[in-house]
């Protein structure tokens, strides 16, 4: 019991500091520092690159379907996020059509 109450109160602790710390650390009135500008602008592209590359990762090109709807998938989300510029809508558009294409028994 004891030790569960501990954990709990750890996790409680960090998951504050994690909320606060940025503003403890960026409270005075101003600029951000160019490190965090900068990571501001890499960071999002960085993410979705590496989400895209763990989402195909397992893609088998001798199996039946030779990882087309993934791919298919990736284009699409490509495709609507060039035409709309709407990252939401990639997203979800992409989602559904990817899910219509393997649940809909095209392949």
């Known amino acids: 019991m004891i030790h569960s109450l501990l954990l709990l109160l750890v996790m409680a602790a960090v998951t504050l500091l994690t909320r606060a710390l940025?503003?403890?650390l960026f409270d005075?009135?101003?600029e951000l520092p160019d490190w965090i500008?900068?990571?501001g602008r890499v960071l999002p592209p960085a993410i979705m690159a590496l989400l895209v590359v763990y989402c195909l990762r397992n893609i088998d090109l001798l199996?039946?379907?030779h990882g087309l709807p993934e791919l298919?998938?990736?284009a699409a989300a490509a495709l609507l996020?060039?035409?709309k510029g709407n990252t939401m809508l990639s997203i979800f558009g992409a989602t559904v059509f990817?899910?219509?294409l393997i649940q809909g028994g095209l392949f």
């Open 63 to 65: 199996s039946a379907s």
């Open 28 to 30: 005075r009135p101003g």
């Open 37 to 39: 500008s900068w990571l």
């Open 98 to 100: 990817y899910m219509l």
């Open 72 to 74: 298919l998938g990736v």
């Open 81 to 83: 996020h060039l035409w």
């Open 22 to 24: 940025p503003f403890l």
